[in-house]
């Protein structure tokens, strides 16, 4: 459940925030604060399905391999599917160093939430 709650919840967040540190170091800040506030709901709406995608396959992964090659794995994984889902939902043409570079979008969320989902509680000494 822990897993699952951190794909859904953070995962979106993750990636929106990747997406405007992405936008800011290109020059392209739209609409400033507002529009930072109107993205978020957008960034869940259309960050759900690859935020899926990707706590599939960590989960999928959880017991076959150690934390840092799942995470890894997860982290190609984010990248390939955000730039899939970039080409699927877009109907113009984008230049190939904008979809390359908005890979690290679904890397950035693949990679913090494998990692957090991985990490285990310390027990306590008896």
Do not use: H, N
Request: charged share 15%; proline share 6%.
């Amino acid at each position: 459940m822990k897993r699952f709650l951190l794909f859904l919840l953070l995962g979106p967040a993750v990636g929106f925030a990747t997406f405007e540190i992405r936008e800011v170091l290109s020059g392209k800040v739209i609409g400033g604060f507002p529009g930072f506030i109107m993205g978020l709901p957008f960034a869940y709406w259309f960050g759900l399905i690859p935020s899926l995608i990707m706590w599939g396959e960590d989960w999928f992964l959880e017991d076959k391999m150690g934390l840092w090659p799942k995470v890894l794995t997860s982290t190609i994984t984010g990248y390939v599917v955000s730039i899939a889902m970039l080409k699927i939902w877009t109907s113009v043409p984008i230049p190939l160093s904008q979809v390359l570079t908005f890979g690290f979008v679904g890397a950035s969320q693949g990679l913090v939430c494998s990692w957090l989902s991985g990490i285990k509680p310390k027990r306590a000494a008896a």
